[in-house]
């Protein structure tokens, strides 16, 4: 099973440029593009959030035509900058709904059963899991006890190092989090984004990816009291190689301007 992922597209509309820099809209076609042109198709497409930049219905809009064009399964949950209800209204066919209005999702067609979590804190940069998270959480997991898993979600389960952008990262129910994946055991990867950089780490005995930006990366610094700042690398997405009772085998692929 292929699959790719994506994340941090922070898509702009009408030439507008995140930062005064990074043209996101033009790099949202890239994006599209290099998924399209892939020699060997993806089985499935997960958007790991920050969909969009301001969470407008048109920015979400033009996100699902560009994905839609390339007649491949997308599941999507929302990062920091993204707001529920335009993306629920616009992307319906890609997003989960909870009772609790959280926008989770299980999805079991493929080998692998894939969860997505919503950790979005609206108006804030950082992330939770909340109690009603959690319990859904808990119970899809239960329903998954026979299969092995794939979790993805906006912010790492995880401290990476870079200080500025772990203070915005996970801040309520890590470990609880951690404890219901190592308790389930076959949580094969969980994928996340939201640091714009790509990051392995290690959650409850699962092996964590964290995928760089599709549109603008964030310069690599472990520096004490260092506020994060962008860096020249290039727009990237990741490639799992994912099967039951097989390690997680992942791939960063930089994705070249069309211009």
């Known amino acids: 099973m292929l699959i790719a ?15 005064g820099r990074f043209d996101t809209g033009a790099r949202f ?7 399209g042109a892939q020699p060997v198709r993806p ?3 997960l ?18 035509e560009g994905m839609r064009s390339l007649s491949i399964p997308v599941l999507a949950v929302p990062g920091n900058h993204d707001a529920r209800t335009p993306m629920l209204a ?19 067609q493929f080998d692998l059963a894939i969860i997505g979590l919503d950790t979005l804190v609206e108006g804030a940069p950082h992330g939770e899991l909340c109690e009603n998270r959690l319990a859904w959480l808990k119970e899809t997991l239960a329903q998954c006890a026979d299969r092995d898993v794939l979790i993805f979600m906006h912010h790492p389960p995880m401290t990476t190092g870079m200080q500025d952008m772990d203070s915005m990262g996970l801040l309520a129910g890590k470990d ?23 990051i392995q780490g290690e959650c409850g005995g699962a092996p964590v990816r964290v995928s760089p930006s599709a549109s603008h990366q ?42």
């Open 43 to 45: 089985d499935v497409i």
């Open 218 to 259: 964030i310069a690599f610094d472990l520096r004490e009291a260092s506020s994060f700042a962008f860096s020249s690398e290039p727009p990237q997405f990741m490639m799992h190689i994912a099967e039951p009772n097989t390690p997680l085998v992942s791939h960063v692929v930089s994705i070249l301007s069309t211009d």
């Open 29 to 35: 076609d890239d994006l599209v593009a290099s998924l």
């Open 90 to 108: 616009a992307l319906p066919d890609m997003v989960g709904e909870t009772e609790s209005g959280h926008l989770c999702l299980c999805d079991t």
């Open 47 to 64: 958007f790991s959030g920050d969909l969009g930049e301001d969470a407008t219905l048109e920015e979400y809009t033009i996100i699902g």
């Open 5 to 19: 992922q994506i994340s941090d597209s922070h898509l702009l509309t009408g030439g507008r440029k995140v930062a």
């Open 176 to 198: 609880a989090f951690s404890k219901m994946v190592e308790q389930q055991g076959r949580v094969r990867g969980i994928l996340c984004g939201h640091m714009h950089r790509s």
